[in-house]
Structure formats: C-alpha cells, structure tokens
C-alpha cells in the first residue's frame, strides 16, 4: 500500500509540531523516519496510524483520502499493524493468543486467513523464530521474545502497512542488532511496507530503503542511506547522521580552501550545491587522515580513543576540532602536531 502525506501541519494548544510535511511511501518500501527527540517524528506516525488527526493538509492511502483537518479514517479501517516500544502484550495471554488476537478482531482478515488461524499463528512465530514458544506467558520471555511476538503479532492479519514506533529502544545493544536484522528479514520476506520510526542513526542507515531525517517539525532531507551519508544537503543532517565535520570555508568549482590565506586547496567530490552556497564542507571522520607534513589543515592531537578495529582521534586546529578514524596502525599521540589531509 502506497501512502502519501500532502502539506501535513499539527498544531497541540499552539505548538506547532509538524510544520508542512510532505512524503509518499511507495508499496513494500521500508522507510525510516529518523531524528532527535521531539522533532515530530513520533507524531508524524500517530497521524499515518490514525491516533491523531492533521490540523492542516491530507493523508491519503492508496489514493483514497484517509485523513484530513475535517474528517479521519479511525485506525482500525486501514489495514495497518503496530509494534511499540513498550511490546504492549497482555499479561494473561499465551504467545500463541497474543498473535492469534488480531485474526479474530482486525477488519481487514482474509477468510483463509480467519478459517486458518492456527496454521497462520504457527507461521508468524516461525517467521520471528518463536515456534517453540507458543505456550509460553509474556512474563516467562525475554525482552527480545516480547518484542519478537508483538511483530507476529502486528503481521499476523497481513497488513498493508506496518508501523513501528523505536521497536528496539528499550532492549540492550546485542538484542538491538539481532532483531535489526531480524526485521530486515521479514520485511524481504513479506514485501510489507514498514514506516520505522528511530532516534537511531545506525539503524536507520542499516535497515531502510528510504530515509527521512527530521528536525523541529520539518523534514531535512530524504534519500536512500547513501544519499544521507555521503550528500547530506543541510549541516545539520551531516553532523546527525554518522557526525560529519562541517568545516568553513571557500568553493571554487570542486575545490574548497578551508584556510582563509588559501593556502590549503582540497579538491572534494559529491558536495551539494546547497553547502557549497553556505561555504561548508561536510566531510566524515573516515574520509580523512593525519600526517606530519603535507598540504592540510594543522593542529594538535586532543584526544585519542581505540576503537578496537579503529582509532579516533580529535584534533584541534586553534579555531575549531576535527574529528578523524583511522587504522590501528596510527600512532599518533595526545599533543603531537599534524596536518589533517582528505584520503
């Protein structure tokens, strides 16, 4: 199912909360809305659910108006499924009522799919690996179990569209990469359109096909990962997603001069036009690198941090820092004095 949001505003007791939101889901897309809290992410999904209603603009759903400032679609006429932070199993169900539940209730229920409920109960806790435990009470599962039966749960009724609203924020940082790609999984399995809504960078460069990067009610940018990571169009997108330097300075063409005697000429690829107009060079940590000599920026090594596979170093340059990675085979020091160089 395909959705389309045209100029959606939300306005709480004068707030303004979304500020003119545009946006098409395609069918079977994975989209992931990410950015910090309070940007309107989470609201945006409530008004795709139906829990709220826009005070401005339309939201249509297969082409048919579902919600606007004067009327909305209640939730349960359009064929979506929701797993929530908080799991929201009930405490006096086994795990193979918790996903038989909507089979019996939810509107849009093929009859197969009510005359088969057991067969299909059966293939939503083999789809999230929890064929074993259809017997089980919430209170005797992990917290990655709950989570795993309230997605079973969400497709059991094959929904359209599927919403899910920061899923792995309450679980520890294994459980996290165990179900991020477990998700990923079933959405290659099902085909099912999924909005994912996440504070989380990481996963939404991980999990999604499209990303839409939320700041103060607005939409910053949207693109695929890449596009996100690599051609951030605005500095705040560049420093939020993966924490880019944004370094001031001159373009000339495809060549920036981050010192103001021109001294230091970069030729950098791939920066937007929009940062090129603002004099900014966003440009990654892994994307530069540290030496004695050479035609770059100096400084002095502030910090080292190993990472393991990877060393951070923060160089400070006088007037602002730089953060660099490099191999574990760096062996700069604090105080050192360097040059920072693009690969």
Known sequence: MSTRLQHVKKTFDGFQALKGIDLTIEDGEFV????????????????????????????????????????????????????????????????????????????????????????????MLSLV?????????????????????????????????????????SLDAKLRIELRNEIQTIHRKTNTSIVYVTHDQSEALAMADKIVVMNNGKIEQIGTPKEIYFTPKTEFVAKFIGKANVLNGKWRENYFFPLKDETVKWQIPDITEDMKRQSKCPIRPEQLTLSKKGNGIPGGVRNVLFQGREIHFTVDTGTNTIDVIESIHASFQ?????VVLPK
């Open 129 to 169: 690996g929890l064929q074993d435990f259809a017997e089980r009470m919430p209170g005797d599962l992990s917290g990655g179990q709950k989570q795993r039966v309230a997605i079973a749960r969400a497709l059991a009724p094959s929904p359209a569209l599927l919403l899910m609203d920061e899923p792995l924020s």
């Open 334 to 338: 604090v105080g050192d004095r360097v």
């Open 32 to 123: 992931a809305i990410v950015g910090p809290s309070g940007c309107g992410k989470t609201t945006l999904l409530r008004l795709i659910a139906g829990f709220e209603t826009p005070t401005e603009g339309s939201i249509y759903m297969n082409d048919e108006l579902v919600a606007n400032a004067n009327n909305s679609m209640p939730p349960e006429k359009r064929n979506l499924g929701m797993v929530f932070q908080a799991f929201a199993l009930w405490p006096h169900m086994k795990v193979k009522e918790q996903v038989a539940f909507p089979l019996k209730y939810h509107r849009f229920v093929t009859s197969s799919l009510h005359k088969n409920k057991t067969k299909r109960v059966e293939e």
